[in-house]
């Protein structure tokens, strides 16, 4: 039913709902709320909440165009232990959110340790927020060696939060920081950090080749359209060469939108810059659309290195990858190696490079001064 009210000096409508009526409202940009009245258990409230989903999977016609949306889903059921309407809200919002993070699509119904959760997860963007700004994200370098010379050809750069009460690895704050956008000033503040001590380690230790330095792009990084400007930005400030950074990019990013994938590849190629698909072989890639991609490595992931001397099919997964990055003129990394049997394997099979703990874990900028006194010596400049 539709009532018109009068606010101040305007009119305007406000929904009105009878007792025991079911309601819906829009609580603000693409999130809705239904109230549901004389729900006996959850059960109930999840075949509506199937039902919505199943209507909302079936394609809309926008002027010709076919629109599919997805909805996740929070339930919460009211009790005796809420006292206010938005404590409901809360706990469905909640709910929605731990939806969100399992999947598109989906619907979670709220039980009181996802209140506890949440609790910590907003201590945990408070917390990394103020780490932020005291300077408590590092850069930590993991080498990459050659499988031709042996030598430290570059690093990749990835991050860790030093606390007070140790150092924090990025698998526990980085999901934090791409659900709330925090990852964009960390990748920032982490490719400025990595081209300023690339500058410093080149002018120290004169290679050939130069060192390199890798750097991660988030998928929040990849969707911003200043991407390509702030690393022509960082590359100027630094005096770094554009062919000396190497930007690493899951398959997943680069293959899901493969039209703007190529794009945004294209306009970061344009500026020199390298560039590897990381984690190759776990997500998902259009083999057909590989070739087109302006990249020039693919880093083989770590899964399928860490047993391929004993497991057949993990081999043949790594000697399929060779091949298929040699014919298309690409170059590769082989990650995660921790044993001597897998580099000589590597080698034999024709891989170019390796990251794994048989060289070094990620370290510290000093730590990694020292790999490269130990391996470059005789060309440390002072
Ligand atoms: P990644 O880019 O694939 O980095 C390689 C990860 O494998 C690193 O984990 C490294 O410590 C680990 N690793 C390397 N060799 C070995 C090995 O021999 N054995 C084992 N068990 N592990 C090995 P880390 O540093 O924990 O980083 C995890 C992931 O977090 C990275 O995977 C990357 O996707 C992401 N990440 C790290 N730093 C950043 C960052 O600054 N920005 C973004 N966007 N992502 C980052
Ligand atoms: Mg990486
Ligand atoms: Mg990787």
């Not at 016609?61 to 599919?68: L, W």
């Not at 619907?107 to 506890?116: A, G, K, L, R």
């Not at 700004?133 to 499988?147: D, H, K, R, V, W």
């Not at 999901?175 to 920032?188: C, H, M, S």
Request: charged letters at 25%; a negative charge.
């Amino acid at each position: 039913m539709r009532r018109l009210h009068r606010w101040g000096d305007s009119w305007e409508f406000q929904l009105v709902r009878k007792p025991l009526e079911d309601g819906l409202a829009r609580v603000g940009g693409d999130e809705f709320t239904v109230l549901l009245e004389d729900v006996r258990n959850p059960s109930d409230a999840i075949r509506v909440a199937q039902r919505m989903q199943s209507k909302l999977a079936l394609p809309f016609d926008i002027r010709g165009q076919q629109i599919v949306i997805t909805a996740s889903i929070g339930v919460a059921s009211s009790g005796t232990s809420y006292s206010m309407a938005e404590e409901l809200l809360r706990d469905a919002e909640i709910a929605m959110y731990r939806a969100k993070r399992a999947g598109k699509a989906r619907c979670e119904v709220f039980d009181p340790t996802m209140h506890s959760t949440a609790v910590g997860r907003l201590k945990l963007e408070t917390d990394l927020r103020r780490g932020l700004e005291n300077g408590e994200l590092i850069a930590y370098y993991q080498p990459i060696i050659s499988l031709i010379t042996g030598n430290i050809t570059g690093f990749e750069a990835l991050s860790r939060w030093r606390r007070p009460e140790g150092i924090v690895p990025p698998a526990e704050f980085i999901p934090v920081a791409d659900e709330t956008g925090l990852i964009q000033p960390i990748n920032r503040l982490m490719m400025r950090e990595a081209c300023h001590q690339l500058r410093t380690w080149q002018s120290q230790f004169r290679c050939d080749p130069p060192l390199t330095m890798s750097v991660n792009v988030s998928p929040r990084q990849f969707a911003d359209p200043e991407l390509s400007n702030e690393i022509w930005l960082v590359l100027k400030e630094t005096g770094v060469s554009p062919s000396t950074l190497n930007l690493e990019i899951t398959e997943t990013i680069a293959m899901s939108d493969a039209d703007r994938a190529l794009f945004v590849l294209s306009e970061i190629k344009a500026l020199g810059v390298c560039l590897s698909v990381d984690d190759f072989g776990t997500g998902y890639s259009s083999l057909s659309r590989l070739p087109r991609f302006p990249v020039d490595a693919l880093k083989i992931d770590r899964v399928f290195i860490s047993d391929m001397s004993t497991n057949r099919g993990n081999h043949e997964i790594v000697r399929l990858i060779i091949n298929l990055a040699h014919n298309i003129g690409l170059k590769v990394v082989a990650e995660g190696t921790e044993k001597e049997d897998q580099i000589n394997e590597l080698r034999r099979l024709g891989c170019e490079m390796a990251q794994g703990f048989l060289y070094s874990p990620p370290v510290s900028a000093e730590a990694a001064f020292g790999l490269l006194m130990r391996n470059y010596e005789g060309s440390f400049a002072t």
